[in-house]
């Protein structure tokens, strides 16, 4: 959640956590290994292995959850440039768990996550721009990184830019454009944004509701041509 100018608007942070570690025809599906052949792997050193093992270990899935060791999982994979621990690191400072409260190592993190190509760490370390949080707040930075997220299909990042015109945070306050990113949101399966556009469209005349939706439509047939991206 993200409050903005005393109001309480809903964000996805689904985007903020990789849960499944890379993958391809050439590398064993570590997400479905046993716990002794992952941990036999990350011995050996052998990445997705760690990363997997560091997963299973922050979630507590089959194993005693450990926060501390996953991060140290993180660290040691950050170290080697790996992207989803960037993220998934970065996740646990802003938490404090396993490692201290630290905003501004989790707005490096995800920075570090966004220049290796992450859409959605743009997403995520735009939030943190808008907020102020670890950073200092420059609404200019996160529409950038809120656009950029948005032209990857990042689904949580629609909402994003309907919470700046929501809110007038660096933009013209404008409910009809509130609206319409709201709803592309909406449809590419961001469970927040519904309820914001329900909030925006209590505020909307006739006539502006009108206009919301024609500019929805418009957003809608620009965003679907291509597939939205899961992160």
Wanted: contains cysteine.
């Amino acid at each position: 959640m993200l409050v903005m100018l005393g109001v309480v608007w809903g964000c996805s942070q689904e985007d903020m956590r990789i849960t499944t570690s890379a993958s391809s025809e050439h590398q064993a599906d570590w997400n479905t290994a046993s716990l002794d052949e992952l941990r036999q792997a990350a011995r050996q050193g052998q990445a997705d292995a760690m990363f997997a093992l560091a997963v299973r270990l922050e979630t507590g899935r089959g194993v005693e959850r450990s926060d501390r060791e996953a991060a140290q999982l993180y660290r040691q994979l950050v170290e080697r440039g790996y992207v989803g621990a960037m993220i998934n690191l970065a996740a646990m400072y802003m938490d404090g768990r396993g490692v201290p409260l630290d905003l501004s190592e989790a707005a490096h993190l995800y920075r570090r996550a966004a220049d290796s190509g992450s859409a959605g760490a743009k997403n995520t370390l735009g939030h943190l721009y808008l907020s102020g949080r670890g950073v200092p707040q420059d609404f200019a930075i996160a529409r950038k990184l809120f656009e950029e997220a948005v032209m990857a299909r990042v689904p949580y990042a629609f909402a994003s830019l309907g919470i700046m015109y929501a809110t007038g945070s660096g933009v013209a306050q404008d409910n009809v454009e509130a609206y319409a990113w709201f709803a592309v949101g909406e449809a590419a399966g961001d469970r927040f944004a519904k309820d914001n556009r329900v909030k925006v469209e209590s505020k909307l005349s006739t006539a502006e509701a009108s206009r919301a939706k024609d500019r929805a439509d418009e957003l809608l047939r620009q965003f679907t041509k291509e597939q939205v991206r899961t992160r």
